[in-house]
T-cell receptor, first 116, second 110 residues
Framework: DTGVSQNPRHKITKRGQNVTFRCDPISEHNRLYWYRQTLGQGPEFLTYFQNEAQLEKSRLLSDRFSAERPKGSFSTLEIQRTEQGDSAMYLC??????????????FGPGTRLTVL | QKEVEQDPGPLSVPEGAIVSLNCTYSNSAFQYFMWYRQYSRKGPELLMYTYSSGNKEDGRFTAQVDKSSKYISLFIRDSQPSDSATYLCVFRGATNKLIFGTGTLLAVQP
């Protein structure tokens, strides 16, 4: 399977704990995106990387959230001191820039976080 | 006013029906207009995209954009049970982030 993969698929944690999610993009895709989707809503943009550089962050990404993409390959999203409001599906997407529209974002299956 | 408004669902239709899904938007800077489909417990997948006003057809799917009215639609002809999913209208401006509608849940009954 050469699509975007995310691990874990499900995470249940207690309020106040730290959690880390991993995303492996499609090989050679230089852009990687994180989105958050709550029940009954569309995904909301969190941040994106071009290679290893984090180029844009949403105001939704509070200082409890940090994302990295070392060496421009996989990415991790860490949430510190989780709150119940962090419960959501965290989606990762990747794309290959090729000019024009050519930036189709391919999504992974997501990591569902439940904070008790 | 929200940046994107999408007709709420759920929508239930019989197999073979024509389905119309609609969104309005307020941001004139949007350059690309897309429809993504999301099956339960899966990530969204791109169905169609366009960057100009008018119609674009792909098999049973037609995407329609009216920039003057800031209105986009997706039509599904001869709907099938396998079309049952959440359909998301999606927009992109000069930056790379996607702006999603809330989604319309479609159920096609056999």
């Amino acid at each position: 399977d050469t699509g975007v993969s995310q691990n874990p698929r499900h995470k249940i944690t207690k309020r106040g704990q730290n959690v880390t999610f991993r995303c492996d993009p499609i090989s050679e895709h230089n852009r990687l995106y994180w989105y958050r989707q709550t029940l009954g809503q569309g995904p909301e943009f969190l941040t994106y990387f071009q290679n290893e550089a984090q180029l844009e962050k949403s105001r939704l990404l509070s200082d409890r959230f940090s994302a990295e993409r070392p060496k421009g390959s996989f990415s991790t999203l860490e949430i510190q001191r989780t709150e119940q409001g962090d419960s959501a599906m965290y989606l990762c997407a990747s794309s290959l820039t090729s000019g024009g529209f050519g930036d189709e974002q391919f999504f992974g299956p997501g990591t569902r976080l439940t904070v008790l | 006013q929200k940046e994107v408004e999408q007709d709420p669902g759920p929508l239930s239709v019989p197999e073979g029906a024509i389905v119309s899904l609609n969104c309005t938007y307020s941001n004139s800077a949007f350059q690309y207009f897309m429809w993504y489909r999301q099956y339960s417990r899966k990530g969204p997948e791109l169905l169609m995209y366009t960057y100009s006003s008018g119609n674009k057809e792909d098999g049973r799917f037609t995407a329609q954009v009216d920039k003057s009215s800031k209105y986009i639609s997706l039509f599904i002809r001869d709907s099938q049970p396998s079309d049952s999913a959440t359909y998301l209208c999606v927009f992109r401006g000069a930056t790379n982030k996607l702006i999603f509608g809330t989604g319309t849940l479609l159920a096609v009954q056999p």
